[in-house]
């Protein structure tokens, strides 16, 4: 999946570099590591990201950015193909979008695109 | 006495705890036949036992993760083998005529047939993915999962249906429930704790290599493509390679290593569960069949989790404090020699093992899973 299209500048930069922070903090993973990381980095595929450390990479964002940033159920609203494409600036437009429009738990569903029906499909 | 067909999935970890309950329903007298891959199965159930082949549908070791894993195991194995299936499980079902049917979770065909058929059927589950219920907050990846599940039910010709994952009148689980962590489950769930059959072909063991004076640790990530293995298996070895004075490590490599130290012995394959009372530790995928194995015996364990139901057994290892947990793909050996220290030195992770042992044994194991069977077969 794609980013939402956000101003690219200072502040974007500001708010990657944050999440690769924090995407460090959930994986304890070293600097080296976390100088590959880009906005196009999958969480699964290129950062071998799983079900735990997603979990506390949530907390972790909630603890530094507020209530409003809700990872968590952004991630609840995705299907399967969009959680295996996830990427880091996915999660960065999310914080960006929650703190821009502050609305506590707003960040979810909104966003997760492409609405329902994938099982039916085949 | 009462007849029993037993669905299978053509891999190992699928076959060992069914071989062992038939077992035990062979000695009350019971028969039982079997529909799988014959290949796959002579080893486990001998050279008499009747078995109605499926046919051998090729399933490598998937090297997929996560969610890439669970597209893979739906789409790329359990979709397309219960159709392949569908056709033999309905052969075997009219020409044995069993009692019950009793099927791997997975194979959704043995629940489909039995439905059809009107036969009572009890569902297997070798492994905990479904059970850890890992996706109750991912709504739209379970509403996939059961789009898929009641497509084939639909396919079957029994259009809204039982789900086949589970009988409605018996689930019978190789765990225990204290190493489930006490979740509530209904009554007809049977939760019997691991049900370990040795490995009838004898494997030949170095068994006079081993110092009784050294620490024994076992590493092995079962069945898994070969590369992803042997990326962990060198890793592991450059952790150990440095404490050959304290210990001693079986890795079970399918391809040696170069310039490997004599305290490492490389070897294919080996008696695990005659083996695992003389080890101190291992280290593991978690998948559930090692786990169990280990703990059964009391060993801790350092788990490296990579794909379905293996983040669920070594997150259960975790919180029961039986083990430490490593990233499969990113642990580096310095971390690795580390949590094997770990586990080696503090003696609360063997006491912690030895409580989910004391779990097992009183879940009753393959007896346990026999008498439930049997209850179902009498109608009670």
Not at chain 1, 84 to 92: E, F, N, P
Not at chain 2, 23 to 45: F, K, M, N, Q
Not at chain 2, 164 to 172: D, E, M, Q, T
Not at chain 2, 288 to 313: F, K, M, W, Y
Request: net charge negative; with cysteine.
């Amino acid at each position: 999946m794609t980013a939402e299209p956000v101003q690219d500048g200072p502040a974007r930069e500001q708010l990657l570099a944050e999440m690769v922070a924090l995407l460090r903090k959930a994986t304890g993973e070293d600097p080296r590591w976390a100088d590959e990381i880009t906005s196009a980095t999958r969480l699964e595929a290129d950062l071998f990201l799983d079900s735990l450390e997603l979990t506390a990479l949530c907390e972790l964002a909630r603890d530094s950015y507020g209530d409003e940033v809700d990872l968590a159920a952004f991630v609840s609203g995705l299907d399967l193909d969009q959680i295996i494409g996830l990427t880091v600036g996915d999660l960065v437009a999310q914080v960006e979008a929650a703190r821009a429009d502050g609305l506590g738990g707003a960040g979810g569903s909104g966003r997760a695109g492409g609405s329902g029906g994938a099982g039916k499909k085949k | 006495m009462s007849r029993f067909l037993f669905v299978t999935l053509p891999l190992a970890g699928h076959i060992n705890p069914p071989a062992a309950v038939a077992t035990v329903l062979a000695t009350h007298g019971h028969e039982v036949a079997w529909s799988g891959s014959e290949a796959r199965l002579r080893p486990w159930i001998g050279p008499d036992a009747p078995v109605y082949p499926t046919g051998m549908r090729l399933f490598r070791g998937q090297p997929d993760t996560g969610f890439t894993a669970v597209k893979s195991l739906w789409k790329g194995f359990i979709v397309p083998f219960t159709r392949f299936t569908l056709p033999s499980v309905e052969k075997a079902v009219r020409e044995y005529r069993p009692d019950v049917v009793v099927t791997d979770q997975h194979a959704l065909a043995g629940g489909l047939v039995a439905e059809r058929n009107g036969l009572p059927w009890a569902t297997f589950c070798t492994s905990t993915i479904e059970l850890g219920d890992p996706f109750r907050e991912l709504p739209k990846v379970d509403a996939w999962i059961r789009g898929h599940v009641s497509a084939l039910s639909a396919e079957a010709g029994l259009p809204g249906g039982p789900d086949p994952r589970f009988s409605p009148h018996l689930v019978i689980a190789f765990t225990s429930a204290f190493f489930l962590g006490d979740r509530s489950y209904p009554d007809h769930y049977a939760m019997v704790g691991p049900a370990l059959s040795a490995r009838p072909t004898a494997q030949s063991f170095p068994w006079d290599r081993l110092d009784p004076a050294r620490r024994h640790v076992l590493v092995t990530v079962g069945t898994m493509a070969d590369d992803v293995a042997m990326d962990f298996y060198d890793r592991a070895v450059q952790a150990l390679r440095p404490l050959g004075d304290t210990l001693q490590a079986i890795v079970i490599a399918p391809e040696s290593l170069p310039g490997t130290p004599e305290h490492i012995m490389l070897l294919p394959r080996v008696p695990q569960v005659e083996l695992m009372p003389h080890l101190d530790a291992v280290v593991c995928h978690a998948g559930l069949n090692t786990v169990s194995e280990a703990l059964n015996c009391g060993v801790p364990l350092v788990v490296a989790p990579h794909t379905r139901d293996q983040p669920i057994n070594g997150a259960e290892v975790v919180r029961i404090g039986a083990g430490v947990r490593l990233h499969f793909h990113r642990a580096r050996p310095d971390q690795m020699r580390t949590a094997v220290l770990t586990v080696l030195t503090d003696p609360g992770y063997r006491a912690a093992a030895g409580r989910v042992r004391d779990s097992f044994t009183a879940a009753g194991g393959a007896p346990a899973a026999a008498a439930r069977l049997e209850r179902l077969a009498a109608g009670l």
